[in-house]
């Protein structure tokens, strides 16, 4: 099996065990053909990416026990829809991105540019 890679080329790193993440519900922002919301990008949550989300029909924050779902707060990381995080880099809120751990296929929607502007680092932390 070859190994999934990230957006710099490398090996795709884990996004998150707690809470499980990825469309696999493995930790990683890896995609496949049942994933048609393409849940590729690991973004590092903040609460105006998460009110934007939850305007957009989409609220992550809410806990859904039925789902195994915690519900986000800022600060958690997980693997965003690509086209989600696209439309709220276009509004100005897209949140962090962990680089290393976003699956190479987000660069069929949006340009590497475009996430590099919002690479998580050390000063992100504390969101």
């Given at each position: 099996m070859v190994?999934?890679?990230?957006?710099?080329?490398?090996?795709?790193q884990s996004c998150c065990a707690q809470p499980l993440t990825g469309f696999y519900r493995d930790g990683q922002c890896r995609t496949g053909p049942e994933d048609t919301g393409t849940h590729v990008v690991c973004a590092i949550m903040t609460e105006e990416f998460l009110s934007f989300t939850r305007s957009k029909g989409n609220d992550l924050s809410t806990?859904?026990?039925?789902?195994?779902f915690p519900g986000l707060k800022s600060g958690d990381r997980w693997c965003l829809c690509v086209s989600r995080w696209r439309q709220a880099y276009l509004e100005g809120l897209a949140p962090p991105v962990v680089l290393e751990a976003t699956h190479k296929k987000a660069l069929e929607i949006v340009p590497f540019e475009w996430l590099l502007e919002h690479k998580y680092t050390h000063e992100h932390k504390g969101l």
């Open positions: 190994a999934d890679l990230n957006v710099l080329g490398g090996e795709l806990p859904i026990p039925y789902y195994n």
